[in-house]
């Protein structure tokens, strides 16, 4: 059974750092052959894709208010999707939820808490 698990949310003071981490599992092929992506949803707003890596290994779709500040990265070999999250400010408070597109459907992690708070 295919499974996403996120990891690595929690609170952080504006202008520091997280790392997010999406282990998958289930998937045949592992995540070498998926596009995986990181989406948020902050309160009462819709969910936002925020930095997908392609199974052909690019790094693409960064909206403007993450650009420069959040990376997105892969490895194959442990099933693992990462994304950093650099100079955080309030504005990145939401649930982060990781994806995984195959050729018939995209899964979706549980979501972690993200809350930038001084």
């Known amino acids: 059974q295919e499974q996403l698990v996120e990891s690595g949310g929690g609170l952080a003071q504006p202008g520091g750092s997280l790392r997010l981490s999406c282990t998958a599992s289930?998937?045949?092929?592992?995540?070498?052959?998926?596009?995986m992506s990181w989406y948020r949803q902050a309160p009462g707003l819709k969910r936002e894709e925020v930095a997908t890596?392609?199974?052909?290994?690019?790094?693409?779709n960064y909206p403007r208010s993450v650009q420069g500040r959040f990376t997105i990265s892969r490895d194959n070999a442990n099933n693992t999707v990462y994304l950093l999250m650099n100079n955080l400010n309030p504005e990145a408070t939401a649930v982060y939820f990781c994806s995984a597109i195959t050729a018939a459907s995209t899964y979706w992690g549980q979501g972690i808490q993200v809350t930038v708070s001084s």
């Open positions: 890596h392609t199974k052909f290994g690019h790094a693409a």
């Open positions: 289930g998937f045949t092929g592992g995540i070498s052959v998926l596009t």
